[in-house]
Structure formats: C-alpha cells, structure tokens
C-alpha cells in the first residue's frame, strides 16, 4: 500500500509543530507521518538556523518521518510543513505515491563530488522502490544535502582532504548540483557524460524531475520521491513541469489547467535561481551583483510571488538554487492537486 | 497640446542616461523630455544613493525634467527610466496627457505632517491643470517626497521643532503617507475628516490613484500626473485599478484585458507592500518580522514577481511602501499601453 | 552560600551545551547551573531564532538555571555561553555573589510601559536579596525580556489593547528601555519622577549597572544579578564601570587596571549602541541610515571589535541596544576576574 | 619637492566635497590635490554605488588628483576624504613624501591573473619614483583596482576568454589578491615564485605595505604609495607595521608610541579581514558563515571599532579583504603623523 496524501499545515516559529493536530480527524498519528517537507523562515543561507530548529522539532515529534526544511520564505511566501502521510481516502488511480530514503552520512571532501551523486543516485531508486514507483513515473525527487562551514572546511584538511570549495555559500551550490545530478541519474535523465560536464560546470545539463536544498542540519542526504502509481488508489496526483525562467507564468498556467476541474490544489513545488546570465528576457537583473540580498533569497520572492498571486496559495514550496534542476535561470516545478474520494 | 508618450529604456548602471539614444529617430532631443520615472538598484531605504546617483544623471541630461527615482529592483525587476515626452504619433482619442508639478522644499519638522499633504495635494491640481486633466481623470498621481536622515533631524531639533518620528526608515512611510493622502485631496477622494485619520493611522483610508515614493535626494515633492485627455490625439493609454492584496493576479489581469487586443503593453506602475496585519489570505508572512531584509524590499520582490510573470516585462515600476495608496497590503495599479497609430 | 563563580565555554552552534564538559573536573553538574548568559550568532533582533534555539537546549540540560540569551556575535565576537555556578573554590572575600529571578509573564500591552518598570525593579530586588546583595552592591544587573511580533500585536489588539509601538524591532528598544529603568529603581538609581522622563524618552535617565536584551523566546524577564558581597568568599570579583560613548577605550583600561596583578581576567559584559545623535565625537557615523544592517548588529561589531583588542577575549558578552544603561551613545561595563584561591 | 600633507574632511554624503574649504587658508586649491583617498558609506561590496558617486565627485572637483575610495563604514567609522596636498610648511626630515600612479585599463579577463600583478607593480614603482622613494622606503601603497559584475563577465566571455571567476564578490578577492601581490613585487618583499604561490592561494605569501580595494567604478588601477623621504621637509611623517589578527590592539599602540610626544595623529590606514581560518585567537568566529552581513562588513566594523576606540579618531582608513596584505586575519597598518612645523 502505497497510497499518500499531503497536508500542508501553517507554522507559526520554526519549531512549531502543532500542525500535527490535522492527523487527528483522521485517524492518524504522527508516528504515521511518512515525511515533513517544510519550508522556515530563515535566510536560506549558510547560517539559517530556522532549518535546524525545525528539523529538530519535527523529528522529535515524528520518528519515522522524513524530514526536509527549505529556509526562506521572503516576500509573500508563508513558513509551513506538507506532511505526506497514507491516504485514508480512495479514488480511481493512477495516485500519488511517495518513497523516502536516506544516504550515508557525506564526508565533507566528497561534498559536491561524484560521490555525493552516486549516493543520491542510489537513495533515489531506493525511495522509488519503495513507493512502487517506476523510475519513470518519478515527477519530483526532493533532496536534502548538507553544506560546508568553516569548521567543516577545517576538519577536511586537518584529515588531509581538500574541499570543493571553501567558501559555504558556494558550498551549498555545491552540494544542491551533485544532489540534482543524482536524480537525474537515478531517473535516467543523465548518463555518465552529462554528469560530468556537470560537475564541470555545463549548466545544461539538468533534471526536470529534481529539487534539491542544503542545509547545516545533516550530514547525509534525505530523499522524498513523488509520483502518480497505478498501485496507488490515493485521491492525491501529482504533474510535474518545468518554469523556463523566473517569469514563466505560461508553465505555472499549465499545470493549474492539469488539475481537474473538480480537484483541490493542494501544493505546488518550485525551485528558482537568479538567471546566471545576469539578465532574464533580455533585461538586466540585479540578483547576482546585490551583495545585501543573497540572490537565493530574491529569486525564491520573486518566483514565490508568481506562483502564490497565480494560485491563491502563500504556503507553497519554492526553494532557492536551480542548479541542474530545470534550465538556467528556471527550475523544476510541480503540482499537488486531490480529486473527490470514492465514498468509502 | 497635451499628448505624452511613455518610453521605456534600460541602465546598465544607476547613473547610466544613454537610453535617451532612443529619442533620436522620434526626431526629439533630451530637451523633449517632461518627465523621468525610474527604478534604480539601491535598497530603496534610507542609504539608497542609486537614487540621487540617478537623479542627478538624468536631471543633468534632461534639465526641464521632473525626476522621479524609487529604489529596488528586486527579484527580476530590471533597472530602467520610463521616459515621458510628447507624443510624436497620433490616435484618435482620449489619449495620454502626463503633467507634472514640484512643490517648495517641506521644512524637515513638517514631514509627514498636514503641511506636506496640503503642499501635495496643490502640486497634484497643478499638475492636472497643466496637462488639461479634470482632477477626476487622474489615473495615476506619482509622488517623489523626501526622508528623514539623522542629520536632519538634528537640524530640525536644533531650530526647535520636533520631527514626526526620529527614526530615518520610518520617516519613509511617514512622508509617502502624506503624499498619498495628498493626492486623494487633490483627486477628490478624501476629505479633511479622512485625511485626519489617515494622519492618525487608519490604514483604511487611501487613494486608488496615488503612487508615492520617498527619498534622500530631494527637499521638495516632485509630482507627476497621468490620466487620458479628450485633448491628447497620443496612441498612448493608461488604465488604472486596484491591488486587494499582494496575491491579487486578478487585479492585473483585469488591467490587462483593457489593452485593446491590437495594442503594446508598456509600462506597468504598482505599489506594493507588506500587510500590516502579518498575513495575507490568511497564512502568515514574514516580511514585517524579517530584521536582515527590509518589508518593503521583500514587497518589491514579491509583486514584482507576479506582475512581471504575468506581463512579461521585467522593467517594470514596482515601488514598495503603499500607505494610504490602495487598500492595507494591496497597492495602486496602473497600466500603460499603446494602439496603432494613425499614419501621417 | 552565595559564592559564585563565572565559567565561559563555547558554543558550537546555536544549540551546542556541550561546554557543560567544564563542570566534571570541579565536581559540579548541570544541575548546579544558576545561570547561563550566553551570546548566540543570529542577528540579533526580532527574528533571531538562535535565541529560543540556544535558550531551549540550555535550559533542557540545566533546568535550575535562569537563561539569557543575547543575539549578535558580530566581528570579532565569538559565540559562547557564560555558566554561573557555585564557587567550589574560595579567597578572601568580598567574592562574587550572583542571584537570579523571573517576572511574571508580561502582558503584550503592557510591554516598554510601567507595569513593566515595575516587575522588572521587583525581580531585581528579589534576585539581589536571593544572593545576599544589598541593592546598593549590585554591580550589574542583565535583563532579559520580551519583544512584539506582527502575531503578538494582533493578539493584543484583538483583546482590545493597544501596543506601544507595532513595530517589532522598535519594540526591542522600548522592552530593554522599561527594562532598564527598572533596574535603576530598584538599584536606586532613578526615582518615579525619573522613571517616567525616560518612558518619555528621555535618553539622559540611566541606570550604570542596567544590562538589557529583548528576544521572542520569552513573555516574562529573566533577572541575572551580580555583585561583590562580603557573604561570599568566591575568587571571582566584578568590577562596574561605563563607557561613555562606543570609543571609550579608556574605561575598558581603568576597569581592567583594576582586576589584581596575578588575577585572571574571566569575562566582561558590555552594552553598546549607535549614539543616536548620528555623531561619536564630533563625526558623523552611519549606523542609525543604514538600512542594510540594523544600528545594534553596527554598535556591537565596533564595541566588541574595541573590547576584544583590549582584553585578547573575542568571547565577550557584548550586547547591542543600551536605551537608559549609561549614556546615550555609551553603555554599562563590568568586568570578572579571578584571584587565586585559597588552597584547600 | 615632494614634500606631503593629509588633510582629513569629513564626507556628509557620498558625493559632498565641501572639504575642499579647507585648502584655502593653506593657500592651496583643488588643482593642487595630487590624491584623494576616501571612505564612504556603502556596503564596500560589489553594488556599492557610494564609491563611483564619490569618485565622480572628488575627480569632478580635483582634475589632477588619483582617486581611490574603499566603501564601507560600518560601526563608528566615519566617512571622510583624506586630501593628499603639497606640505606648504616644513620640519626636519625626513618627511611625507607621496608619489601616484595608474595603470592601463585591467581586461576584465587579466583580473586577478599574472598582468595585473605586472601592471600594479610597475606602477607601484612609477609612482615611488614620482615622489623620490627608493622602492625600499615605501611604506604605504595603497591601491584601487576593478571588479567583476554579471556584465563584465558576459563581456569577456562574448570575447571567447574566461574570468578568474564568474561571482562578483569573490572576484573583489582576487583582484585586491593580484594588486597586493604586485605592490609584494615592486618593493622587493616578494619574488615570481611568491608571486605564483600567492596566485595558487598560499595565504602565508603577503606583503607587509600593501592596501589594496577593489571596485566598480574603474577600470584601470589607481596607486597612491606614501614614505618618507629624506628630499621631503614635510612635517608629515608615516610609520607602517602589521596587524598579526583582528586583536592585535598592540600593533597599532607601538605604531602610536612611534608618533612624537609632540606630534599630531592625522591619520590611520589599516586593512582587515575575516581569519580564513574561521577562528580568532582560538576562538570560533562567525564573519564568513553570515550570510546577511558580508565578512569584509564584519571586519572593516571590528577592526574599526578598535582603531577608533584606540586613537579616538573614528575617520581613519579601515578597509576590508586583506589578502595577501598581511598575514592571514590580519593586515598592514600605518599611521600619518604631524610634527610642529618649523616658523617660516
């Protein structure tokens, strides 16, 4: 039984977890929650504790979840957890079904390495597997992975390791791109020559399917695959698309008009990123050169805008840092939506 | 003769003019040009020097030009100037007519105060006069007012008056809530009642036609006023509404849909920002609480997103700070756009 | 008994209590704990969620201790916790004595106002009596205390109250102000007539020996007393002193010239501000326009960057926001040292 | 005649030049300032406009002088201009001699590569030679050399040539890198094979007299190198050292007692800079992990603090990212004095 359902529930500090009370009316525990996918309210940046914080909490609170927290709710974007747990309702499939797995935990050398990909690579199967879902009829693997701080950077030499950079901000870059790669590998979008020209630095090369955030908080990276499967009878479903660019409205419209006319949308999933070209649409933007507002933070307000204003909904899912997921200056994208159940 | 046209030039930096090239084959020099409306890479705060940067470039440039400059070009807001200059094409009408006023410099103690809303509202009815516009087709009124610095504040305590507040970014809303109520005076909107609550804090007073921008560059408030004319023939229209919220997609599109099929979009102007009440559809944002990043930077950020994505324009006026100019948490909207014009 | 000694270990990360390690070798255990004061690496201001985050994990792991956590390890600074705990070694008196106490829970309505003055100058009473200190011993008294949110602000005014301020930052000021007049009530410092002058905001009312700091992760103030007492036969002293604008280097050296020659210096706490005159002698300086960096993230770089030079210790307690603790533009001072013990 | 007089103004915005008044009772005008070496208020990063705007001010004004301007005056430093004049009295030498120099434009893909090395230090030497110093005299060279932005790197890339990196913030690093290891050439401190270590980024490679900036607003390096000079009667002298870290409260206290009992302190020059090593005395710092504030802002407020608090001149040259200019956390330091001239 692999049949999931969403609940996205508002937080009101990055520890709070009283949301949970949702399960109750449905006869559902948090020991049942399958995974937390969660977005707080730091910078999203190398010192945003929020995420910590609300790990911590959730965990505590859910110990056999999965947990991921995305920081940055900038601009209209509202801090919230979307907890996947099993339907308890039913309709005609194909539905939603979600696998989970983790990795081992990372040294901080292979950090944005070959290696990290290769460990994605296998938790992505893994988590398919587990849902029942075809590497296929994945429509959107989200990845938590760690970052580099100086006191990391510092432990890698003193073991005689360099690190793929010294730098955490660039660290979590890093990190997201072997994460994406990854995906792309597990669900057959890359091969062994694309990935390496995307640890080169071809950004190119991407997964239409990946959505990748790092964080303090872990040392290994946890994995939440999402799919629609004939073996689910959920009344969730999921379609993934993909924005072009930061203003793509047109992908966004796309995927609202997918949902049935009697469904709810539930969720929406988007990463975003300052184009790396410096402009979008033929005009200049200021995200990568505003030393005061980190770009991560102004693409995730300005992307959270459109999609928020497009659907009536500020706890969305929108991450900062596209890289290899989705084209330059884009990003993967994806919509949770819930049809009438079958009356049981 | 009262016809303006509106165009739109990038600036590859704040003090970067060299988009008036693009009045060259319209056969009209620097000298044409009536007025500046620009958006500027700054914080838009209080130590935003893009802002004078800009202004003295395009004052020096255009000498019988009223300037106005906002701040923040967040997300994917691109640097630009709207240039306003006369219409050298012809439509049959109503058209465009834009005027423009300045008032005498506001002494710093009368800042935010009843002084500076009558001072407005006097600018804003010159203005209209000037362009043969009945107060009641003002579409929209733009406002550049000054800031309170600390500096400043000395000098007013040292002259024995006391300032509205002694606090440099709040002395922003202050100033921009003067104006609005000023124009809505002006435009027939408020009352002496009304403007007396609004100065007492009632956030439910406003003008749908007042876009107000405060800055350090200036000592007196520039105005410019845009409305349709029977007495333009310009191909150049404006349409103006209402953001309820910073959601409010459908305030824009409704905008849009009054450009005639057979007409360019070109220029939005909005104002936006952060819901006092801390939520917005209910789900609680963070842009009030946000202590690294300023509200109306996150403001800017958000909005600009969601009109950019739905219009395609990344140059775009997006002004954050929207007290008294729309509903609390929504903000004045306007569009311009352009039909065929008419072979000479 | 009221010997108390100072130990200061550091902080990892936010939530790192592993610094407990120090108490083994003296005999002592987390139980022991009569304080924490720490210093944790947010910003420091209203959203700074390392506070409730260090605050939690201290308190689960000491659940006698009273805990204050100030925001900010800006510069130089280093993030660290200061455990206060019985002296288990002792040296002719007078030593260190340190008492502690809470208020009740402070409405949101009555925040920056005198019921808070009140209970704060209650507690300081209390926490000075609990350690055998007469009030006119207590060399310094660190507050903490509560601050407003949006949400807190709503909640107030859905009960029919107003806030002092609706602006949370602005709210940090006025909840350390209240704070601090109430020590110098209690202390003695300051009589009603003074009290209510500086409610009125007149920065020329202090306290010398006041040391406050607002955060979100309270609703009652926490009150951390120390003093010499002749009761006390703890090797530890503090010696208070002020500075008397963000430059006075000079009395750092005069309260360092006065720990003994063959004394250890432990620690020193410091408040520090942006001198709201916008000048520090005579220059103008520009924390209080710089809407990039909030005036107290500034104010304890520069200080701790002065105070850190001078000592050698970058894990000082320098905390920003010093509204009536010495003058304006200046803070309060105190210095821990350690004589040789007595040998057992 | 050589002979070389500071003048330090303070800047009431980033484009006020009134200092200039203080020339006139000198005799002196704006034609004969040989250089202007100013701070102003921005973030001293890549989008700050504050130092184009004064540099456009200051060169507008003194059409004979080199230009350098290092942003950022975090916490008590204040902005100001040193004017570097003719000495128009004299004292027993050796005095202040100060010599400048530019080079050709940097093209954008030699930044921090071998030709900006070459290029500064030949005009190093140039402008030593200027002011009769033997290269071994020079005491100070300070430098102001480009940056990259999004623009410049499409630019070169369109071109068909690579940047040393695509990130505008690091790319300040590696220009100030270059021009600091071109001052390390031409005064001899250090070889071609330092040279090409301190380019692989051995940190341990510095030079001890080099203060180098990096900046937008040009496109060539400006050099300014000060020593004193036995064909100088100024009654100016410098003395130059080295911080050994962000504490090093002692260096500048010898550079202090260095200054005649009678003599005048006029002016502090020194760089700062996060410790790479992320620590500080041992101590965990938290500058290069805060993704809000940017390192070079923490460290210009801390090491400012301390000068200030030092010399109780809060307008003293602090300028941040101190690469290969001293050791790594800490940076070169010199100290402008003014003995009592001889009656005329």
Chains 1, 2, 3, 4 share one sequence.
Not at 256 to 269: I, K, M, R, Y
Request: include cysteine.
């Amino acid at each position: 039984m692999t049949a999931a359902a969403v609940l996205t529930v508002p937080m009101a500090h990055p520890a709070d977890t009283s949301g949970l009370a949702v399960l109750e009316p449905l006869g559902l525990t948090a020991d049942d929650v399958i995974a937390v996918v969660a977005k707080s309210e730091g910078n999203g940046c190398v010192n945003d504790f929020t995420r910590p914080m609300a790990a911590t909490a959730w965990e505590a609170e859910c110990p056999g979840a999965i947990t991921v927290v995305s920081g940055g709710t900038e601009g209209v974007l509202s801090p919230h957890a979307s907890l996947v747990v099993p339907s308890v309702t039913s309709a005609a499939g194909p539905g939603l079904a979600v696998g989970v797995a983790a990795t081992d935990p990372i040294p901080w050398w292979e950090l944005g390495r070959p290696a990290q990909v290769d460990a994605v690579a296998d938790a992505v199967r893994r988590a398919a597997a587990g849902a029942l879902l075809g590497v296929g009829e994945v429509a959107l693997a989200i990845v938590k992975c760690p970052l580099l701080t100086s006191a990391r950077v510092a432990g890698a030499q003193a073991a005689g390791h360099t690190t793929v950079t010294t730098d955490g901000y660039e660290s979590m870059a890093k990190s997201r791109a072997a994460s994406a790669l990854g995906v792309g590998v597990a669900v057959g979008e890359l091969d062994a020559a694309a990935v390496q020209r995307g640890l080169d630095g071809d950004l190119g090369v991407w997964s239409a399917v990946a959505s990748t955030s790092a964080g303090v908080e872990l040392q290994s990276c946890h994995v939440v695959v999402f799919g629609n499967s004939a073996a689910s009878d959920s009344p969730y479903r999921i379609a993934g698309g993909v924005m072009r660019d930061a203003l793509d409205a047109a992908a966004v419209s796309a995927l609202l008009e997918v949902v049935d006319a009697d469904a709810e949308l539930v969720q929406v999933f988007a990463k975003a990123e300052p184009d790396p070209s410096g402009t979008v649409r033929g005009w200049r933007h200021t995200m990568l050169t505003d030393s005061d507002v980190p770009g991560t933070r102004h693409a995730r307000a300005a992307v959270g805008g459109l999609i928020a204003g497009l659907t009536g909904l500020p706890a969305v899912y929108v991450s900062g840092g596209a890289e290899h997921q989705g084209p330059p200056g884009g990003g993967s994208l994806a919509v949770v939506s819930k049809v009438a159940p079958v009356p049981s």
